[in-house]
C-alpha cells in the first residue's frame, strides 16, 4: 500500500521557474525523504527531514515538513533541464513506502 | 564505492514463462530490498533482508514469488509462472546496519510479460 500521495501527479514549468510539489502521509512519521527517479533509473535519495525538524535546504532544494498535517513540500528553486525527472516522498526506517511521485518536466 | 549492480537491465517474457533477476549489494551492506515499481506508481516493497535471513516479505506473492539470499550478499528474485500484470521495474537496494538511511538504489530490471 501507498503511504504517501504526491500533489500534483505531474507538473511542467518553464526553466528558472520555481517547481513545488506536495507529500501527504497517513501515519505518524519519524522521518521523511525525497527522492529524484530519471527515468528508467534507480532512485536517488536527496533529502531527509526528521519528523522534530519543520524545514531543510540543500542546495536549491527546500523541504519542510507539517506533522499537524500530516504533510511535506519539496521546492525546487531556479530550475533546470536536467530536473526532469519523477519525485517521490518516503517514509520509514529500514523499509521505506514509498509515495505515488510527481512527474516535473522542465522545458528549456 | 561501487554501487548496486542488477542484472539484467531489460526482459521480455512471455506470460506463464519463468525469470529471475539478480542483485548485487554494495560491499558491507547487510540490508537488502527487493522493490516492485509498476508504471505511474511509487515503488512498493516486496522483501527485505538482513544478512541471509529474510526480516520482512508481507507483500511478496509467494504462491509465483521466491527470493534468496544465500550468501548473505548477492540474491536472486524470482518469478514463476509470471502473469501480464507482473510487468514492471524491479528495483534492489541495499543499506547498512549503522546508516537505515543510507539506502542506495540500483538501475533496476525492466520486465515486460506480453
Known amino acids: 500500500s501507498q503511504q504517501g500521495e504526491e500533489d500534483p501527479q505531474a507538473l511542467s514549468i518553464q526553466e528558472g521557474e520555481n517547481a513545488t510539489m506536495n507529500c501527504s502521509y497517513k501515519?505518524?512519521?519519524?522521518?521523511l525523504q525525497w527522492y529524484r527517479q530519471n527515468s528508467g533509473r534507480g532512485l536517488v535519495h536527496l533529502i531527509l527531514i526528521r519528523s522534530n525538524e519543520r524545514e531543510k535546504h540543500s542546495g536549491r532544494l527546500r523541504v519542510t515538513l507539517d506533522t499537524s498535517k500530516k504533510s511535506s513540500s519539496l521546492l525546487i528553486t531556479a530550475s533546470r533541464a536536467a530536473d526532469t525527472a519523477s519525485y517521490f516522498c518516503?517514509?520509514?526506517?529500514?523499509?521505506?513506502?514509498f509515495g505515488t511521485g510527481t512527474r516535473l518536466k522542465v522545458l528549456a | 564505492e561501487a554501487g548496486v549492480a542488477q542484472s539484467p537491465r531489460y526482459k521480455i517474457i512471455e506470460k506463464r514463462q519463468s525469470v529471475a533477476f539478480w542483485c548485487n549489494p554494495i560491499?558491507?551492506?547487510?540490508?537488502l530490498y527487493w522493490y516492485q515499481q509498476i508504471l505511474g506508481q511509487g515503488p512498493k516493497l516486496l522483501i527485505q533482508?538482513?544478512?541471509?535471513?529474510?526480516?520482512?516479505d508481507s507483500q511478496l506473492p509467494k504462491d509465483r514469488f521466491s527470493a534468496e539470499r544465500l550468501k548473505g550478499v548477492d540474491s536472486t528474485l524470482k518469478i514463476q509462472p509470471a502473469k501480464l500484470e507482473d510487468s514492471a521495474v524491479y528495483l534492489c537496494?541495499?543499506?547498512?546496519?549503522?546508516?537505515?538511511?543510507?539506502?542506495?538504489f540500483g538501475s533496476g530490471t525492466r520486465l515486460t510479460v506480453v
Open positions: 501515519t505518524s512519521i519519524n522521518n
Open positions: 518516503a517514509t520509514g526506517t529500514y523499509k521505506y513506502i
Open positions: 560491499s558491507g551492506h547487510a540490508t
Open positions: 533482508f538482513q544478512n541471509n535471513g529474510v526480516v520482512d
Open positions: 537496494a541495499s543499506s547498512s546496519l549503522t546508516d537505515p538511511y543510507g539506502y542506495t
